[in-house]
């Protein structure tokens, strides 16, 4: 991850790598910006602040869509001419023309996807008819509370790198980390849609959904996977997968894939009793990059820390 803090638009226009545009400062004072990025495999994380009013003009990314919305904000904000406020998603597409005038003191956060890599994770989720008019329309409703959940993970994920809460240096983060990332940006989006109603009717259809689900979570279990890889995997919408686990393990699948991981760290940690056990190197393998919050996970769990299981374990 990498991050600048900058004192001339022109300056921060130009640190956004792939983007055509050119920024003009629109009301009075000295100018600070900065801009965060984090780069993924076919996503990329921006964090991007100004403490003035700007009009931003130019072109999304090449092959691209673009998520944003305002993290913090001075006011509302216009696109095209359309006024907007901080529980708006701003949906561009490859091409589209990007015409901002920013509020006052705006952070805004934006996930830019590679647009084959968008279509692919998009067979996951049952909002296709909301994306496609969010991108006609450039941006769509976001219900507050959804938009102050993604608020709170993206704040999560930025403060967590950091700090070295969350280790980059482990490759396998990164495939989990963008399921992650792409699925929150997603499930906000999603907030507009109805139930599914593709949901299988049968207890029995709804078992086997659960039962090929957790197979295929039980043979990738040391793999970065993300609950998007196991929708597309079995061709059903997540919302779909969501309900047949909570009716049939009483549980969201998101949550048996975390028990499951923190059952495999708890066997490798008691199979290190006398040894040097790293608990971070054990717990990143298993997917947790937050580490302080891996603890809380694995105590609400099993009643101990992870470092008391090691030392129990040691006698």
């Known amino acids: 991850m990498s991050s600048r803090t900058l004192c001339d638009v022109d300056e921060q226009a130009r640190s956004l790598s792939g983007w055509r545009q050119e920024y003009q400062q629109l009301s009075c004072g000295k100018y600070a910006g900065a801009v965060t990025s984090?780069?993924?495999?076919?996503?990329?994380?921006?964090?991007e602040s100004s403490n003035?009013?700007?009009?931003?003009?130019?072109?999304?990314?090449?092959d691209s869509i673009v998520l944003a919305f305002a993290l913090d904000a001075g006011g509302p904000g216009w696109l095209s001419g359309k006024k907007f406020d901080d529980n708006t998603m701003i949906v561009l597409a490859n091409g589209h023309e990007l015409d901002f005038r920013t509020p006052p003191d705006l952070t805004a956060a934006a996930l830019v996807v590679d647009a084959k890599a968008f279509s692919q994770y998009l067979q996951a989720f049952d909002i296709v008819p909301s994306v496609d008019i969010a991108i006609k329309?450039?941006?769509?409703?976001?219900?507050?509370?959804?938009?102050?959940?993604?608020?709170?993970y993206v704040r999560t994920i930025v403060t967590g790198i950091q700090s070295g809460a969350i280790d980059l240096a482990h490759p396998a983060l990164e495939t989990g980390l963008r399921g992650a990332l792409f699925g929150n940006f997603m499930h906000a989006l999603g907030g507009l849609d109805p139930a599914s109603q593709m949901i299988p009717r049968s207890a029995l259809l709804r078992r086997r959904?659960?039962?090929?689900?957790?197979?295929?979570?039980?043979?990738?279990?040391?793999?970065?996977?993300?609950?998007?890889?196991?929708?597309?995997?079995l061709h059903i919408e997540q919302r779909v997968l969501l309900y047949c686990f909570q009716e049939v393990l009483g549980l969201a699948p998101?949550?048996?894939?975390k028990y499951?991981?923190?059952?495999?760290?708890?066997?490798?940690?008691?199979?290190?009793?006398?040894?040097?056990?790293?608990?971070g190197d054990v717990a990143t393998r298993w997917g947790f990059w937050h580490l302080s919050r891996f603890s809380s996970e694995y105590r609400k769990l099993f009643g101990e820390l992870p470092s008391e299981t090691v030392r129990r374990n040691c006698h």
Request: hydrophobic share 50%; with cysteine.
């Open 38 to 47: 984090l780069l993924l495999p076919d996503v990329e994380l921006i964090i």
């Open 52 to 62: 003035l009013q700007l009009h931003q003009t130019g072109e999304v990314p090449k």
């Open 137 to 152: 329309n450039k941006f769509a409703a976001i219900p507050p509370a959804l938009a102050n959940t993604l608020r709170a």
């Open 209 to 233: 959904t659960v039962n090929k689900a957790v197979e295929y979570i039980r043979s990738h279990i040391d793999q970065p996977i993300s609950i998007i890889d196991v929708c597309m995997k």
């Open 254 to 257: 998101i949550a048996y894939l």
């Open 260 to 279: 499951l991981r923190l059952n495999h760290v708890r066997r490798e940690l008691m199979l290190a009793a006398g040894s040097n056990c790293d608990i």
